[in-house]
């Protein structure tokens, strides 16, 4: 069973630092391009970072580029996202997730449940 486990999530106040983990069990980690997620009230969930395995290459969403940053333990099949500089439009629910490709594609084959990330300004 593939199992993606997010933590780390809480309440901030504008401009402190979170950073969050994923723990995958369950899938070939290293062939699998991992991404993270947000989803905030009333709006559309998006992509904000992806690791891709083809060529080892980190993608950003415009929005946090500079202030996070996504990395990797394939050893202990960890991803983490380190937020800094947080703002109030940050607040959103963080999934992590497995794309279906070793590429970013969008396509996702499994999701986590979620943490919750919360600014306050």
């Known amino acids: 069973e593939v199992q993606l486990v997010e933590s780390g999530g809480g309440l901030v106040q504008a401009g402190g630092s979170l950073r969050l983990s994923c723990a995958a069990s369950?899938?070939?980690?290293?062939?699998?391009?991992i991404g993270w997620f947000r989803q905030a009230p009333g709006k559309e969930r998006e992509e904000v970072s992806c690791?891709?395995?083809?060529?080892?290459?980190?993608n950003y969403a415009d929005s946090v580029k500079g202030r996070f940053t996504m990395s990797s333990d394939n050893a202990k099949n960890m991803v983490y996202l380190q937020m800094n500089n947080l703002k109030p439009e940050d607040t959103a629910l963080y999934y992590c997730?497995?794309?279906?490709?070793?590429?970013?594609?969008?396509?996702?084959?499994?999701w986590g449940q979620g943490t919750q990330v919360t600014v306050s300004s």
């Open positions: 690791l891709s395995r083809n060529d080892r290459r980190t």
């Open positions: 997730a497995a794309d279906r490709n070793n590429y970013c594609s969008g396509r996702v084959g499994y």
């Open positions: 369950g899938l070939p980690f290293d062939d699998y391009a």
